[in-house]
């Protein structure tokens, strides 16, 4: 494969996917984008957190070999375009990739390379995990309480929503046929959104879930949905959830109802409970009993709330990780923007880029590392020392730059 501006690392190997597995070398070629904004500060800060952590763990056996690629202004310089198709190109080539916050042009052009991203590559779990770690500030009483892995459809929903402005020629020609066809009415001159949820788009999404719910040893896969009122998007949804659980995992799977029915409460020792709630309550429940909660799968839009929501009950954005993932490519994130006004200034808070790192340690297998920095991150914070965004809510804080804040990481990995 030939690029214009990419430089594949020499001394790396490519992730490959074979019997249905990723095959990662001992030093694989991993993609970043720096991001624009503050993320060059972030991801700086974060490549030696990242690489400090791995040469640790496997004392030099292991290395990630990082090849840049380009989006955003960044690549606006070099291709013309922030969104060139040699880093999709990429993405797919080397399988797993990290890239920093993008700023999405105000005024024109596309509506979101983020979006476009996730689309282009069928990148169709949005993955967020949520946990706390002590001292950071949290707005709950019991924030420990919270440890949670979002699912959220990534392709489907909104995402794929096709909408016609009110009064336009289209929305009146809908809105006819609608009353004509369908017999459904519809109040007259509004504007008209459609949303498609399918039976293949949910079900994978689902079964991904489920799949990490397994084979991370969680309790619970919760289906997340406003079936209640819409009952054949979203209850479509509930439904094809139980159906798959039922059809492809029915020995290690077990409802709500059977976990009372049949064994008083307390789940069976290696299976999960698959259950659902209504989005609303689901907002209650993950500030109330949030305990009850562990894997969450839901269609797009539920989950772009709720995800921000739980992030705000453990830290925010300065904490929340996240990855957007398909079959096997794989492209992890920081969930924050680009924070413009503190571009250059290494002071922001590198915690979400680098727990996204860990979950891309994860996804390699290489737990081990991914475990030392949770530790590191783990010790750091609770000595009180921390980015300006932390220390304004802390009593008694260390106030660091982002590039402190890494050193004082690599440090506690010792
Ligand atoms: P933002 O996330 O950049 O900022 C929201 C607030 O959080 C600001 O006060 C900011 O200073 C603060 N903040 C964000 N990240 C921080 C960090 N790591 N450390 C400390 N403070 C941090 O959201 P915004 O201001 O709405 O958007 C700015 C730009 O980012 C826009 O162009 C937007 O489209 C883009 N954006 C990109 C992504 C992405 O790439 N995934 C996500 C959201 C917004």
């Keep these: 494969m030939t690029y214009q501006h990419i430089r594949l690392p020499v001394a790396g190997e490519k992730i490959t996917v074979r019997d249905n597995r990723l095959q990662v070398p001992d ?17 700086r800060a974060c490549l030696g957190v990242w690489n400090a ?11 990630i070999q990082w090849c840049e690629v380009y989006l955003g202004e960044k690549a606006a310089g070099l291709y013309g375009t922030p969104f060139p198709e040699e880093a999709l190109r990429a993405f797919a080539d080397l399988v797993v990739s990290i890239k920093g916050p993008l700023t ?79 017999g459904a009415k519809v109040p ?73 029915a049949a064994y008083g409460g307390r789940p069976p020792e290696g299976k999960i409970v698959i259950k659902d709630r209504i989005a609303d ?58 924070a413009p006004k503190y571009a250059g200034k290494d002071v922001a808070n590198p915690g979400s880029l680098l727990f996204s790192g860990a979950m891309l340690l994860d996804y390699l297998g290489w737990k081990e590392a991914a475990q030392l920095i949770a530790d590191a991150y783990g010790r750091v914070v609770a000595s009180k020392t921390v980015t300006y965004d932390f220390a304004r809510q802390m009593e008694g804080a260390r106030e660091v730059r982002t590039s402190e804040f890494a050193a004082a990481l690599v440090k506690a990995m010792d």
């Excluded at 791995?54 to 056996?61: D, I, K, L, S, T």
């Design 281 to 338: 309550i689901m907002f209650q429940q993950m500030l109330l009993r949030p305990a009850e909660f562990d894997v969450i799968a839901t269609p797009n839009l539920n989950g772009d709330y709720l995800s921000d929501a739980v992030a705000a009950e453990v830290g925010g954005v300065g904490i929340a990780p996240g990855g957007n993932i398909g079959d096997f490519i794989a492209v992890f994130e920081a969930t924050h923007g680009s």
């Design 104 to 182: 999405t042009p105000v005024g024109g052009g596309m509506r979101s390379i983020n979006v476009a991203l996730r689309q282009a590559l069928d990148l169709y779990a949005c993955v967020r995990p949520v946990r706390h770690f002590p001292g950071v500030p949290s707005p709950l009483r019991h924030p420990e309480k919270v440890d949670v892995v979002i699912f959220r459809e990534n392709t489907e929903d909104v995402y794929a929503g096709i909408e016609f402005p009110a009064g336009s020629a289209e929305a009146e020609r809908l809105e006819r046929f609608l009353r004509e066809e369908l």
């Design 53 to 63: 952590a791995v040469a640790r763990a496997y004392g030099g056996r292991r290395a």
């Design 27 to 43: 030093r694989p070629i991993v993609g970043y984008v720096e991001g624009d904004g503050i993320g060059p500060d972030i991801t």
């Design 188 to 260: 007259p001159g509004s504007a008209l959104g459609l949303k498609p949820i399918s039976e293949f788009g949910s079900k994978r999404l689902i079964r991904k879930a489920i799949r990490y719910a397994l084979e991370a040893g969680r309790k619970s896969v919760t289906l997340v949905h406003k079936g209640n009122i819409m009952k054949y998007t979203e209850g479509a949804f509930r439904h094809w959830g139980y159906e798959l659980a039922r059809d492809e995992f029915s020995g290690q799977t077990l409802t709500e109802e059977e976990l009372h």
